[in-house]
């Protein structure tokens, strides 16, 4: 019998779901449950065929018996890792050189050294800075963002001329900012990628979490675009060996790729219910794929 194996916190709806709707499946070949770690020696190994992390990223030692078991040929699914996409700044030039369209982006250095560092030993460091250059590349309004994902600082904001960027940039202290072009998208939308199947939902990261996803008229995807968003998202599972993930579009005349990022919180308390029973059935079909299991006999929810 082929076995999947979930490791996960305080997500705990999403991967018990899961748990149950492989194992209420009509294929007796595969089953599903929960892993349990203690000590690890080097010999030691897990009992499972494909193992499905959302939460290693957060414990350095899981992602040590992770990265070890891997090694020793169990799949790891790491659908949580959002260090794949922590420095945006080098997301947004992969994306580049795929000739993927992004808004054009600058790069900035921080404000204030790094923790040890003098400005002193920044000798290769321009100065002054010729803001002018790069107010007249992105233009206003912009966005101004943190470069890493996980920084404390806020990860938005939007700038309408050089004295609002100034402002933000004198009390970003230690961290990397980028500023980026922004328009006025006829569409903009969140779309929830497993394998190569995707969900279009609504998203705005400024209202309360469990308002900030909602479900949209989606019939301005039309074949065309769902061509394009099909292959965007392949350039993007090749580029970065990744299953389960987002992508943030925008619609002016082109299609915009506005950010990236693994899948957080996925709860049924945050999510619409027909956006959460979607990831439910598509992700555990996609897990049984991986153990080589056929997933068309499932039961009915």
């Not at 569409?187 to 190569?196: A, P």
């Not at 925008?250 to 950010?259: A, H, M, P, R």
């Not at 794929?289 to 068309?296: D, E, L, P, T």
């Amino acid at each position: 019998m082929k076995k999947i194996g979930f490791l996960f916190g305080d997500e705990i709806s999403f991967s018990k779901s899961l748990i149950s709707f492989i194992n209420s499946t009509n294929n007796i070949n595969v089953y599903a449950e929960e892993i349990k770690i203690g000590i690890f020696n080097t010999e030691d190994t897990l009992d499972f065929d494909v193992i499905f992390d959302r939460f290693s990223h957060k414990v350095p030692f899981y992602k040590t018996i992770l990265n070890v078991i891997n090694d020793k040929g169990i799949k790891i699914i790491h659908a949580s890792d959002n260090t794949l996409f922590e420095d945006k700044f080098d997301c947004f030039s992969k994306l580049k050189k795929a000739r993927i369209n992004i808004p054009k982006t600058s790069i900035i250095p921080n404000k204030i050294p790094p923790f040890g560092i003098e400005n002193k030993m920044l000798r290769n460091l321009e100065y002054p800075l010729d803001w002018n250059k790069m107010f007249q590349y992105i233009g206003f309004p912009a966005c101004v963002i943190t470069n890493r994902q996980n920084s404390s600082f806020y990860n938005f904001i939007k700038v309408y001329n050089n004295q609002e960027f100034y402002s933000v940039y004198d009390s970003s202290e230690d961290n990397v900012l980028l500023l980026q072009q922004t328009f006025d998208y006829v569409h903009s939308f969140r779309t929830l990628v497993v394998d190569e199947d995707f969900f279009i939902v609504g998203f705005d990261g400024f209202q309360p979490i469990k308002n900030r996803y909602f479900l949209i008229d989606d019939s301005f995807i039309n074949a065309v675009l769902k061509k394009k968003i099909s292959t965007i998202i392949k350039t993007i599972k090749r580029k970065y060996n990744i299953d389960i993930f987002y992508i943030d579009f925008g619609l002016t005349d082109k299609i915009y790729v506005l950010d990236i990022n693994t899948i957080q919180n996925i709860d049924n308390c945050i999510l619409p219910d027909i956006c959460y029973q979607w990831l439910i059935k598509t992700t555990s079909e996609f897990l049984m794929r991986q153990v080589g299991i056929s997933a068309k006999k499932l039961a009915k929810k």
